[in-house]
């Protein structure tokens, strides 16, 4: 029999939370102020759950979810939740997650949310039995891969290509094994990068690659990619034309598989607020900087050096044609995080690290003296905790923007600029011997 519970809060990740003294239950697809019914087990993880099996009392910020396949696909985490309250809980994700490390910017900017329908990089699931292609997402916590041939999020040029794959890929596709699509739209032309293998063999023979080249030609793909698992590097198999991206002035030559924000409104947005808070001229750093998204319209103000891991990313950089002087360095700055003495040298530096943060550069950062530093982050809690040891070290935190171009996800993003305070060394104080500042 169903249990009755309160939802009380959303989780982290968006599933609804039922405080009990017997642990906190996370119900799925379920919003504070909900009275549900549901079937309580264990997950490995040993977390209470709870599969809904009704809603008793709807709570007054439910809505009916627009997508039709709400029920069976895994994304869209709170598509349930009305538009006011959505905002609020995504903005507060990032209040919170600052508010727990004793930080508050002096500026709230006006948040940035952007409307569905603009994602231009999906990936696709495919699987093939008994002659049968399901082309989409995993089933909502589930294991099987479910049709998904509408999406409210993503780009409608990238569900058409969706569509023309699904009934085209059945002969390229072993049986029951699963093999992944990611699809970008760049430009008005497309990449693919199929990941798994592929054939009779595994890899693309010749009669396999002459079908992808014919494919491609068919459906307006300029290149497509494959690799065996997600750890090997893509090789080319079809190359009709180049995927070029431009940022600011900056035209680069991507490579496949390249990082681009999620969306091109969302893309403007952040390069938005990152240019507010750069000064109009200067030397600038660009860390993390992928293909250059925020290197080119930086460019328009003065030299970049832009630094990135991935050795494709840096190669189409150094080839970029536009605005000089710019640098492309490679280099793991995780591992090998710019010191103090060579970020002293620029005016203003840009960090967008992954999800886990920049933790080690922001320590050599936190006791140096660039006078501007300005954090893009797609995770609240990593850039609180950075933020923090950049305050300790005597940056103040001016201001924040949140930008959502995660719609109806539990992803959010945001850019911060700090300042450095004149006289402030190390955890907010004057420097030993330091002069006071007179009033
Ligand atoms: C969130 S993306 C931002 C990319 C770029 N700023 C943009 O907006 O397109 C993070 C970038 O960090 C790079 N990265 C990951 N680990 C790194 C490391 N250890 N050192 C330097 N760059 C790294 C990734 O390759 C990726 O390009």
Same mark, same amino acid.
């Given at each position: 029999?169903?249990?009755?519970?309160?939802?009380?809060?959303?989780?982290?990740?968006?599933?609804?939370?039922?405080?009990?003294?017997?642990?906190?239950?996370?119900?799925?697809?379920?919003?504070?102020?909900?009275?549900?019914?549901?079937?309580?087990?264990?997950?490995?993880?040993?977390?209470?759950?709870?599969?809904?099996?009704?809603?008793?009392?709807?709570?007054?910020?439910?809505?009916?979810?627009?997508?039709?396949?709400?029920?069976?696909?895994?994304?869209?985490?709170?598509?349930?939740?009305?538009?006011?309250?959505?905002?609020?809980?995504?903005?507060?994700?990032?209040?919170?997650?600052?508010?727990?490390?004793?930080?508050?910017?002096?500026?709230?900017?006006?948040?940035?949310?952007?409307?569905?329908?603009?994602?231009?990089?999906?990936?696709?699931?495919?699987?093939? =039995?008994?002659?049968? %292609?399901?082309?989409?997402?995993? /089933?909502?916590?589930?294991? #099987?891969?479910?049709? $998904?041939?509408?999406? @409210?999020?993503?780009?409608?040029?990238?569900?058409?290509?969706?569509?023309?794959?699904?009934?085209?890929?059945?002969?390229?596709?072993?049986?029951?094994?699963?093999?992944?699509?990611?699809?970008?739209?760049?430009?008005?032309?497309?990449?693919?990068?199929?990941?798994?293998?592929?054939?009779?063999?595994?890899?693309?023979?010749?009669?396999?690659?002459?079908?992808?080249?014919?494919?491609? =030609?068919?459906?307006? %793909?300029?290149?497509?990619?494959? /690799?065996?698992?997600?750890? #090997?590097?893509?090789? $080319?198999?079809?190359? @009709?034309?180049?995927?070029?991206?431009?940022?600011?002035?900056?035209?680069?030559a991507l490579p496949p598989y390249a990082f681009l924000q999620p969306t091109q409104e969302g893309e403007?947005?952040?390069?938005?607020?990152?240019?507010?808070?750069?000064?109009?001229?200067?030397?600038?750093?660009?860390?993390?900087?992928?293909?250059?998204?925020?290197?080119?319209?930086?460019?328009?103000?003065?030299?970049?050096?832009?630094?990135?891991?991935?050795?494709?990313?840096? /190669?189409?950089?150094?080839?970029?044609?536009?605005?000089?002087?710019?640098?492309?360095?490679?280099?793991?700055?995780?591992?090998?995080?710019?010191?103090?003495?060579?970020?002293?040298?620029?005016?203003?530096?840009?960090?967008?690290?992954?999800?886990?943060?920049?933790?080690?550069?922001?320590?050599?950062?936190?006791?140096?003296?660039?006078?501007?530093?300005?954090?893009?982050?797609?995770?609240?809690?990593?850039?609180?905790?950075?933020?923090?040891?950049?305050?300790?070290?005597?940056?103040?935190?001016?201001?924040?923007?949140?930008?959502?171009?995660?719609?109806?996800?539990?992803?959010?993003?945001?850019?911060?600029?700090?300042?450095k305070q004149p006289g402030r060394g190390p955890r907010g104080k004057r420097p030993v011997g330091g002069?006071?500042?007179?009033?």
């Amino acid at each position: 029999m169903a249990t009755d519970l309160l939802i009380h809060e959303l989780g982290p990740k968006g599933d609804g939370v039922h405080r009990s003294p017997r642990g906190n239950v996370y119900v799925d697809r379920a919003l504070p102020g909900d009275r549900v019914g549901v079937d309580i087990t264990r997950d490995e993880a040993g977390v209470l759950r709870g599969d809904l099996v009704r809603v008793i009392e709807a709570s007054p910020d439910r809505v009916k979810a627009p997508c039709p396949n709400y029920d069976v696909c895994g994304g869209c985490t709170v598509q349930h939740a009305g538009d006011d309250f959505y905002k609020h809980w995504k903005i507060e994700i990032v209040r919170d997650a600052l508010r727990k490390k004793g930080l508050n910017p002096k500026i709230w900017r006006e948040a940035v949310f952007l409307a569905a329908g603009g994602r231009r990089r999906a990936t696709f699931t495919a699987v093939k =039995k008994h002659n049968i %292609v399901t082309l989409g997402h995993f /089933r909502r916590r589930g294991r #099987d891969v479910t049709d $998904i041939a509408t999406c @409210l999020i993503t780009d409608p040029a990238i569900m058409d290509l969706r569509a023309t794959l699904a009934t085209s890929i059945g002969p390229i596709l072993p049986e029951g094994k699963t093999v992944s699509f990611f699809l970008q739209a760049v430009n008005g032309q497309f990449e693919i990068v199929i990941t798994g293998p592929l054939g009779r063999t595994g890899k693309p023979d010749p009669q396999l690659r002459e079908a992808l080249l014919l494919l491609a =030609k068919k459906s307006n %793909v300029g290149r497509i990619a494959w /690799r065996a698992t997600p750890n #090997d590097t893509a090789e $080319i198999i079809v190359n @009709l034309h180049p995927l070029h991206a431009t940022f600011g002035k900056l035209d680069v030559a991507l490579p496949p598989y390249a990082f681009l924000q999620p969306t091109q409104e969302g893309e403007r947005a952040l390069v938005e607020a990152v240019m507010a808070a750069l000064p109009s001229t200067g030397k600038f750093a660009d860390l993390f900087s992928g293909c250059g998204t925020f290197t080119g319209p930086m460019l328009e103000r003065g030299p970049v050096d832009a630094f990135e891991d991935v050795a494709s990313a840096i /190669r189409a950089l150094d080839k970029a044609t536009g605005t000089r002087p710019l640098k492309a360095i490679r280099r793991d700055l995780y591992r090998n995080p710019l010191r103090r003495d060579e970020a002293n040298r620029y005016d203003a530096i840009v960090f967008d690290p992954p999800r886990a943060g920049a933790e080690e550069q922001v320590q050599n950062l936190a006791s140096g003296r660039v006078p501007i530093l300005i954090g893009v982050s797609c995770n609240p809690t990593t850039f609180a905790r950075d933020a923090r040891i950049l305050v300790d070290g005597g940056y103040r935190l001016d201001s924040i923007t949140v930008i959502d171009q995660f719609t109806w996800s539990h992803h959010v993003e945001l850019v911060a600029a700090f300042s450095k305070q004149p006289g402030r060394g190390p955890r907010g104080k004057r420097p030993v011997g330091g002069k006071k500042k007179r009033r």
